[in-house]
């Protein structure tokens, strides 16, 4: 069974992460990815050093990088949590960088993990997980989905083009999902 384990992001992880951000499988749902190292460091590097609400990490399996996931209290950005609507929730974000892994499964086995072993440690106080992807983003749906995360209200963040589904799970369901990993 392959191993999930997540840390937390550095400098040196900016290469793989911009490397992963500018995939077209991944450009597709986030748009705008740093174009090199500097602007990555530029655009995340309050977050690498603790001095942002998100937190970056580095999905690895069987200690191999692979992808990133991130994650922030919804209640950071007001304007977010208006549209939400979730006081007190938890957000994250997340994606598989390296191509050949990309349509196997892979993302529910990260958030099996991720979920009830890093994320709701990281935020104890959390009545709520939340995900928000691109309503057109049909594979990460379906990801949420397997996990029991129900989709909500659609919203269109400001400055972007096209709705994402907040998608919800509470706590409890969370814990549910099996504590299979541990942050490193």
Same mark, same amino acid.
Request: net charge negative; hydrophobic share 45%; with cysteine.
């Given at each position: 069974?392959?191993?999930?384990?997540?840390? $937390?992001?550095?400098?040196?992880?900016?290469?793989?992460? &911009?490397?992963?951000?500018?995939?077209?499988?991944?450009?597709?749902?986030?748009?705008?990815?740093?174009?090199?190292?500097?602007?990555?460091?530029?655009?995340?590097?309050?977050?690498?050093?603790?001095?942002?609400?998100?937190?970056?990490?580095?999905?690895?399996?069987?200690?191999?990088? &692979?992808?990133?996931?991130?994650?922030?209290?919804?209640?950071?950005?007001?304007?977010? $949590?208006?549209?939400?609507?979730?006081?007190?929730?938890?957000?994250?974000?997340?994606?598989?960088?390296?191509?050949?892994?990309?349509?196997?499964?892979?993302?529910?086995?990260?958030?099996?993990?991720?979920?009830?072993?890093?994320?709701?440690?990281?935020?104890?106080?959390?009545?709520?997980? &939340?995900?928000?992807?691109?309503?057109?983003?049909?594979?990460?749906?379906?990801?949420?989905?397997?996990?029991?995360?129900?989709?909500?209200?659609?919203?269109?963040?400001?400055?972007?083009?096209?709705?994402?589904?907040?998608?919800?799970?509470?706590?409890?369901?969370?814990?549910?999902?099996?504590?299979?990993?541990?942050?490193?």
């Amino acid at each position: 069974m392959p191993v999930w384990t997540f840390r $937390a992001m550095t400098d040196a992880d900016l290469p793989d992460f &911009v490397r992963w951000r500018n995939e077209p499988h991944v450009t597709t749902w986030f748009p705008r990815p740093p174009a090199d190292v500097d602007a990555a460091r530029d655009r995340y590097g309050a977050r690498l050093r603790g001095d942002h609400p998100t937190v970056m990490r580095v999905a690895m399996l069987d200690g191999r990088p &692979v992808g990133y996931v991130q994650d922030f209290p919804v209640d950071a950005n007001d304007e977010y $949590a208006v549209r939400i609507q979730l006081p007190g929730a938890a957000g994250f974000d997340y994606l598989i960088g390296e191509p050949d892994l990309v349509g196997r499964g892979l993302g529910t086995a990260m958030l099996r993990a991720y979920v009830p072993a890093v994320l709701l440690d990281a935020h104890p106080d959390a009545p709520w997980i &939340v995900a928000c992807p691109d309503a057109r983003n049909a594979a990460s749906l379906r990801v949420l989905d397997k996990l029991g995360f129900e989709q909500r209200q659609w919203i269109t963040p400001p400055g972007e083009e096209f709705a994402v589904i907040v998608c919800r799970l509470a706590r409890a369901d969370a814990n549910a999902l099996g504590n299979v990993v541990t942050s490193e």
